[in-house]
């Protein structure tokens, strides 16, 4: 076939690298933390230095269980720890302690949602547990590197996917998943600024039709999802140029470049990796009984899917509505709490997806850290379809709570904001408009009853907000058509 | 006076009975390193001023390998690649041992990163033995073992991979023991081969072994590999009573190689447990000619690994590279590597490497590691039919310096005795049981099961009192 | 049975810079040990399983609980180099 219109099928498998939120670090006592000022927290252990041992921190294998389990993996029974020998000087022993043939978990799968609707099934190769290294920083100026060893043993969850995506969207769709899966988990912040959580990709392509898997290169240094998505598309298109013209792909390992918004081959470290893995002798193994592995499993809390298929059938709400609500389990929870305040679960839904998730994305803060409180929320839900206030007055409300923490009802009173329903009040108002306004009122009396609207907006302003549209519409009508 | 040849059991009598105080005990030690030491260089560094406590437990002047940390004092493996090294924190025998007292006299000398069994490979120069100063004292605790023969220590630390505690002993005329593996916590030692290293005790007698033992055995949180066992009081152990115990002889020992002096030193030793009422069985051991075998590849693979994070980067030894070969950084690594390193050390983490890398893994790791199951259950099974088992320590006495140096197979091979031990992970002792023509000293080793080092205080004790 | 360049390459795996003279007599003496070592051949392994601990010890765990650490300086006075509290290295170029 012509090479230049020669289909390509893209092929796409992640690695995942998820920093594990315990207290301390993998292999010792000290504080798995960031953020704090360079060499602060370290210990003989996690600098490697000559003489000290590793002790494999609980919560961790716990934390590895929880993972596998939720990925639909098959925990192992029997686990161990190997080395991995490389040198670097962010690794101070010269080797990594992980696991390369009986990691925790294997044989799993995610279920991705995609644009269209339809999820996708992604399959997880194996997730395997071991430590992070420390970090290097750059140093142009004086000609060299430093090396900070605070996150030298932080604990790391590698979660390596089979081949099973197509696309970059593919991709994005599996990590959207699999980053809230992990939230759910409450196992780590997947926080990829911070490096909680990193990607890399295997990539390659083959023409359509064709079942061996072609070259790969891996990709690695992409920051975000973004990035993941722009990385692939980048090289997808470099593969098949290269392909077109008659070029072979070479495995290799390329660093994307954000500012370029391209990907560039790490010739100097293309050394044979010959990690010489053996068992690590200073750990011993690990059995986990099928009792642990039951007693994991039944605390799992609910995972997305489960949440979003049951708040939907539940609530009756939609799709759309019940998949925003449980990207973050936190939002859905509080959804939850309103629910049982006030009946009206669509509305409430609206003001959580709406003006809320506004908020919360502005100021990148959890909702349990907004000063509004489902009570406080429901309340001010329940004026406006009282009518006490208008929609658009229960926005300001809501601003104003999510600034002073103020209940809904003491803001109304204060600020006089309750909506006037008063006949008297309102009839003078109504005669005003008509006098003002024969034009629309002709109109009106012709059979254009949409115009009743402008007359509405128009008393509205005059009240500056506080009356009653319906009220006043009954009113317009009542006077005008006489009905 | 001279309590530095006394031992210790001797010299804290004394204390007790207020004839001696712990510091005439270290005076006088320190008396004999000024005199000796030119001559025998049992250490690498002698620490200033140690302090003394009085009312200690145990106030015992105490040589320490120079591999097993001590908080700020310099700490090398004798390799010129930690140089300056002090590390940050104590070994947790060493927090024993300060906990009950112990005197630090130093750091003993020992082979570079514990490679070898003559202590000739210490970047700090030879030691010698203290019974003939043109002999190796052994190795590769041969700084520790020379240190307690030349009574430039009453009590020495040494480390035991494959007889380097036992076999500088039997060379140096005093007691060595490697305890069962798992018995005493390496958090602090730094590491040769992992799964086969253990602190022990080098001392002038059974019962000094027994003292220090009850020091530095229990389970340590910062060991995985260390067992939670109570710990006996050792010293409960030393009876003169060996009735009943049998105790079997492995044919596989006692064939070519041996030294005949040693041999008969060995079965003059026998003749007299089995005067005492002990009974013996000629046993087989039918995978000892694999032990050299297996011991090198699985040793050397660890090693290669726990030794890689010398590179120049963090402590010790850097060495800048004038000029570029590959990159600055890999430049770094490899100079000070070949600088920093001695040649046995290169040849063993070469081998290690290779025995690891892609494409031998399962030719040569795997293997050894299968083989080695294979040489446990030879002890599993003999300790079935027996209490313990009796054989020489060194095939030979202690050799000329320099003898072995060109030839490091014959080096290795030097270990045959006691290597089993290292890789089954059973208990072993070496104690004097006479002497050579030349006046060297020849040593008995006996391996019992795994925590039953009880068994060799006592028929040690048993042997001591009666030759 | 092992040659120069086998022994160049694990040279280059172990970060050890060899000269040619070493180059020559390490292949030597590793040719002898390995020749030794073939022994091992003899013998028929494969229903052995391997033993890489000689204790039947498992599951030995910490638990999830914060020790001190050690304060910049304190780590940093091991260090061959240091700059406002790093440990510094030559520059890696990537």
Known sequence: ?483 | MTPNTLTAHAILDLIKQKKLSAKDVFASVSAQIQKTEKDVHAYATIFDAPQIQENAAVPIPIAIKDNICIKGELTTCSSQILSGFKPPYDATVIQKLKASGAVFTGHANMDEFAFGSSTETSYYGPTRNPWNLACVPGGSSGGSAAAVAANEAIWALGSDTGGSIRQPAALCGVVGLKPTYGRVSRYGLIAFASSLDQIGPITKDITDAALLLNIIAGHDEHDSTSVDLPVPDYTKALRNDVKGLKIGIPKEYFIEGIDPQVKKSVFDAIAILKKCGATFEEISLPHTEYAVSTYYIVATAEASSNLARFDGIQYGLRRKPDHIRKTPLIDLYEETRDIGFGTEAKRRIMLGTYALSSGYYDAYYLKGLKVRTLIKKDFDEAFKKVDAIITPTSPTTAFKIGEKTNDPLSMYLSDIYTISANLSGIPAISIPCGLSKDNLPIGLQIMAKPFDEEMLFRIGFTFEQNK | MISKNDVKYVASLSRIHLKDEEVQALTQDLERILGYIKNLEKLDTSHVEPTSHVLPLKNVFREDIIKPSFSQQEALKISVEQQNGFFKVPKIIE
């Not at chain 1, 090289?235 to 290799?252: A, D, F, N």
């Not at chain 1, 470290?269 to 690990?286: I, N």
């Not at chain 1, 039944?298 to 609500?325: G, H, M, W």
């Open chain 1, 1 to 483: 076939m012509n090479q230049q219109t020669q289909q390509f099928e893209t092929v796409i498998g992640l690695e995942v690298h998820l920093q594990l939120d315990t207290k301390t670090k993998i292999f010792c006592g000290c504080a798995n933390a960031f953020g704090h000022e360079p060499n602060t927290l370290t210990c003989p252990v996690c600098l490697g230095l000559p003489g000290s041992l590793p002790v494999f921190n609980k919560q961790v294998l716990e934390y590895g269980i929880k993972i596998g389990l939720a990925l639909n993996c098959t925990v192992s029974s029997f686990i161990k720890f190997d080395r991995k020998n490389y040198y670097y000087p962010d690794l101070p022993k010269a080797y990594q302690i992980s696991q390369y043939d009986m990691p925790v978990a294997r044989n799993g799968f995610i279920m991705a949602p995609s644009q269209n609707g339809e999820s996708k099934k992604i399959r997880i190769h194996r997730a395997h547990l071991e430590e992070d290294a420390g970090k290097l920083i750059h140093d142009d100026a004086a000609n060299c590197s430093l090396v900070d060893y605070n996150r030298t043993g932080t604990p790391l969850m590698e979660i390596v996917s089979e081949p099973d995506m197509h696309s970059p969207q593919d991709a994005y769709e599996y990590l959207q998943m699999l980053k809230l899966t992990l939230q759910y988990l409450n196992v780590s912040d997947c926080d990829m600024e911070k490096g909680s959580l990193r990607c890399d990709a295997n990539i390659s392509i083959r023409p359509v039709g064709q079942t061996n898997l072609g070259t790969k290169t891996e990709i690695k240094n992409m920051n975000s999802f973004k990035a993941v998505k722009e990385a692939l598309s980048y090289e997808i298109g470099r593969q098949e140029s290269v392909v077109r013209s008659g070029g072979v792909i070479v495995q290799e390992t390329r660093l994307w470049d954000e500012n370029k918004q391209m990907t560039f081959s790490m010739r100097s470290k293309e050394e044979a990796h010959d990690y010489r893995y053996f068992p690590e002798p200073d750990l011993v193994p690990f059995t986990v009984s099928e009792q642990k592995i039951e007693e994991i499993k039944t605390a799992l809390p609910e995972l997305p899917l489960q949440k979003q298929a049951r708040i939907k059938e539940r609530y009756r709400l939609n799709d759309y509505d019940s998949f925003i609500l449980v990207q973050d389990p936190l939002v859905a929870g509080f959804f939850e709490e309103c629910v049982t305040l006030y009946p009206d679960a669509k509305k409430i839904c609206n003001w959580i997806t709406g003006p809320v998730l506004q908020e919360l994305n502005a100021k990148k803060v959890p909702i349990t850290e907004l000063k509004l409180s489902p009570k406080n929320l429901t309340t001010l839900i329940q004026k406006v379809e009282e009518g006490v206030v208008s929609n658009l007055v229960g926005k300001d409300i809501l601003k104003n709570i999510l600034e002073t923490g103020q209940d809904a009802g003491d803001i109304i009173q204060s600020q006089g904001l309750a909506q006037v329903s008063d006949d008297g009040a309102l009839l003078k108002i109504v005669d005003e408009l008509i006098k003002e306004n024969e034009k629309v009122v002709g109109q009106i009396k012709a059979g254009e009853e949409k115009a009743i609207g402008f007359l509405v907006g128009q008393g509205m302003k005059k009240m500056q907000g506080k009356a009653n549209p319906k009220k006043i519409t009954e009113l317009l009508k009542r006077r005008i058509l006489d009905v």
